[in-house]
């Protein structure tokens, strides 16, 4: 664990990297990627969009027997009152007093419609997100039908939270209806949430000290709401708006949820190309300093998904040993989603640096955690080989591992990952959690 000292140098690094930032013009890939899709800064939020085209087959003579999952839930609503309120209240307070500019009264509208959609259905799971995870079921069942054969067991495991038990159920029922003799077994317990829903909050917190430092200065880069409140409201009506840049950062949050949705307007007439950009790096920040590798908390928050790796490594031991077809699908939540892809090293995910402009380069929210974001293994055997290959997908996307070599890429040997993965996880010590602490 990083001592107070190195956080603090990690942070004045960091604030160097800032300073240095402002001055750069070369765009990011983030910020090309969202120039070209404005749907991406949605990040966290983003609907689920699966890759086209067919997987890459295995070399001759294997076949998959073997599939782990974890996913997140699919879209959802906002979680709480507290989300839809204050945005709402604000804008239809400055209605009632005249002082609505005409996008001001659109934005309303809009608002009040995803407000009255979710009702009291706070954090839930929508229709669109069920949906997800049926197709998502419906492409593992067309690409891996050897695997989901008559008799295979399904151990299908979610957290509590009723939108993962959903996304789980949705995901069972689309398997079961496309093949009857699979022997599907549920469960929603918090007996799984050491796994499943780890959290951490001694370890969390000795590593974010910062927070609220580190936070601030973000917000200050990031959020320039001035713009965007002339073109809402009234210019003799401007004083009275008590936070305009949390109000600015409400709205772009009622932009993204809008994706969660069917036939919901969205609130991207209000943003510029470049408040897009910024508003999704606030939020891309926010998920590197709290989940990912920056050097801000020390560069070791993925470890909290030391307990996710092991399960997935010890369970895919169980079910290839049985030498029978098995999949293992796990349903949880992207604060469990992105320590894990960090952690086993995919792409640039576990990449830490403190120039603040490399993190939209290196580390993209909505390619690690969109709505149904999920993470695949995929093994396959060849007769008369001891030889057991796995491919690892992100999103359905066959991806590289930085700390992994393979002849047969996007194959590796599951002898290699496996001694990697396990090497990984045992090195890592945690901190106990305070006695009978439950996960929220």
């Not at 008590?242 to 949050?253: A, G, K, R, S, T």
């Not at 149904?372 to 001891?386: D, E, I, P, T, Y």
Request: charged share 25%; aromatic share 10%.
């Amino acid at each position: 664990m990083n001592t107070t000292a190195n956080i603090k140098s990690a942070m004045m690094a960091c604030a160097a990297g800032m300073m240095l930032a402002l001055t750069a013009t070369a765009q990011t890939r983030a910020e090309r990627e969202i120039e070209a899709n404005p749907r991406l800064a949605a990040g966290k939020y983003m609907a689920y969009e699966a890759p086209q085209g067919r997987p890459t087959p295995p070399p001759e003579g294997y076949s998959p027997c073997y599939i782990s999952t974890y996913a997140r839930h699919g879209s959802r609503y906002l979680t709480g009152e507290d989300k839809y309120g204050p945005a709402l209240t604000a804008l239809a307070e400055a209605d009632r007093r005249g002082a609505l500019t005409p996008k001001g009264k659109r934005a309303l509208a809009v608002v009040e419609a995803l407000a009255e959609e979710c009702g009291d259905r706070y954090g839930e799971l929508t229709p669109k997100g069920a949906a997800q995870h049926r197709a998502l079921a419906d492409r593992m069942f067309a690409n891996y039908p050897e695997i989901f054969a008559d008799g295979t067991h399904v151990d299908a495991r979610s957290t509590y939270k009723t939108r993962a038990f959903l996304s789980m159920a949705a995901a069972c029922i689309e398997l079961k209806g496309l093949n009857p003799r699979l022997n599907i077994t549920t469960d929603a317990s918090e007996h799984d949430a050491y796994y499943l829903k780890y959290k951490n909050p001694v370890y969390s917190d000795s590593c974010q000290q910062n927070a609220d430092s580190a936070f601030a200065a973000a917000r200050e880069r990031f959020v320039r709401p001035e713009r965007l409140m002339r073109s809402l409201f009234a210019d003799d009506y401007l004083a009275e708006i008590d936070n305009p840049q949390q109000l600015m950062v409400d709205l772009f949050e009622y932009h993204g949820i809008s994706q969660s949705s069917y036939a919901q307007p969205d609130l991207g007439f209000l943003f510029t190309t470049e408040e897009l950009f910024d508003l999704w790096q606030l939020n891309n920040f926010e998920w590197y300093y709290e989940q990912g590798p920056s050097p801000l908390s020390g560069g070791h928050m993925p470890r909290l998904a030391r307990n996710l790796l092991r399960n997935i490594v010890e369970t895919a031991d169980t079910c290839l040993a049985s030498g029978r077809p098995a999949a293992t699908l796990r349903f949880g939540h992207d604060t469990n989603l992105a320590p894990l892809v960090a952690l086993m090293q995919m792409e640039t995910f576990d990449r830490p640096t403190a120039d603040w402009d490399s993190i939209a380069e290196y580390y993209q929210t909505y390619r690690i955690i969109p709505m149904c974001g999920n993470v695949q293994l995929v093994f396959f055997r060849k007769a008369g080989s001891a030889d057991i290959l796995v491919k690892p997908l992100l999103n359905e996307r066959e991806v590289r591992l930085a700390n992994a070599t393979t002849d047969v890429w996007p194959f590796y040997h599951w002898a290699d990952l496996r001694r990697i993965w396990m090497h990984t996880v045992e090195s890592i010590t945690l901190p106990k959690k305070p006695e009978g602490m439950k996960t929220d």
